[in-house]
DNA sequence: AAAAAGCATTGACATTTGTCAACGCTTTTT
DNA sequence: AAAAAGCGTTGACAAATGTCAATGCTTTTT
């Protein structure tokens, strides 16, 4: 059940885990099933736990006045959702992460995490890789927000993230993107043209 | 001339650094002066080099099609200067980072970084601890781009980053923000009231 | 099987933001 | 001292995007 995350931890470290680091993995990150809607974490919690999804689909959100749901993230296999914010910090979260579809993950609390580090030199400098690739991809979103009408975000969406494109719905999207699920129905209207 | 490096660094990690250490990171920082408008990197050039703000004010931004300037990033003391995207994957920049006061900088190459990191723990821990606040700041800032009205995001860029606010002119605030500067004047002419 | 909820689309209209051009003022350059 | 460049503001108008309401279709729940 926890090969997909040795692996994903395998590629990014130079070096492989040793069987002894392996298990210790294994017994630090606990299964966790959740059911469509479930939450991870919900607004005003602290959020304790990072998951690593092995199958199934997730989002994280924020809520305004008016009940209106903004999304900020998405998530499928292979990625880690958490609030880092509220888990580094301590702070309530002001963001909902729930599951879209059924969930699979691997969860493992910010102590357990801390701890593992210690004892698994690989690990930080796997998270520091991540950091980087993180820090980079956030970037790129930040600029593209920016910069761009919603038209050109949507098309550099549909190429960076063709799976998010196929697994939620439009309206979800087209809150990540930014925009109302009316003018991403439009964009897409036009651009078929 | 490097104490606010040295300053910066203890700050952030939690055993102060070495004399050894202190004296190794002074000698692999080189001072570097800035005119106003000169280039810390180019578009179309490899970022190599990451530059620790002394005195001074930068920024950094692409430039589109039609000339028009999109402002991603702003620096001014104790800001770290440079483009990781580019830095990381070696590929040309499609940033621009000029000075935009005379600046004063303390500049390091990756692989003089890298060294300095594998020779002085504190500093890997320090850039993992940074690493995360950018991760932070940055989902912030992400978050308000996505949700909220210019308005309501230049209330909160006035809030958190004051600075700023005073040392570079509206037009650059307005790129920075994602607005023209006739929106941003306008919005500005709005709150007074 | 029926009812409810979720989703995408469309039209009409309102609001926000962008574009272009002009102006006055200040700072910088010549 | 004169000229040029930079900056912020304003008005008129255009374009992009949001809001609201209605519809039809599909999926989920009862």
């Known amino acids: 059940m926890h090969e997909p995350l040795i692996t994903y931890i395998n590629q990014y470290v130079s070096s492989s885990l040793t069987g002894e680091e392996e298990k210790l993995i294994i017994t630090s990150f606990q299964p966790k099933r959740l059911r469509k809607k479930q939450y991870f974490l919900q607004a005003g919690e602290v959020c304790k736990n990072t998951g690593f999804i092995l199958e199934g689909a997730m989002r994280q959100y924020s809520v305004d006045d008016k009940g209106g749901e903004h999304i900020v993230h998405l998530y499928i296999e292979n990625y880690w959702a958490t609030d880092r914010e509220s888990s ?95 003018t991403l129905s439009r964009i897409r209207k036009q651009s078929l043209k």
Chains 1, 2 share one sequence.
């Open 88 to 182: 580094i910090m301590l702070t309530p979260s002001i963001y909902n992460i729930d599951a879209w579809e059924d969930t699979q993950l691997l969860i493992i609390s910010r102590a357990n995490m801390l701890d593992l580090m210690n004892k698994i030199p690989a690990l930080v400098e796997m998270i520091r890789l991540m950091d980087e690739r993180y820090a980079i991809a956030n970037n790129r979103r930040l600029s593209s927000t920016i910069s761009n009408t919603a038209e050109k975000r949507y098309e550099e969406f549909a190429q960076n993230h063709p799976q998010f494109n196929l697994r939620f719905p439009q309206h979800i999207i087209a809150s990540y993107l930014g925009v109302t699920k009316e």
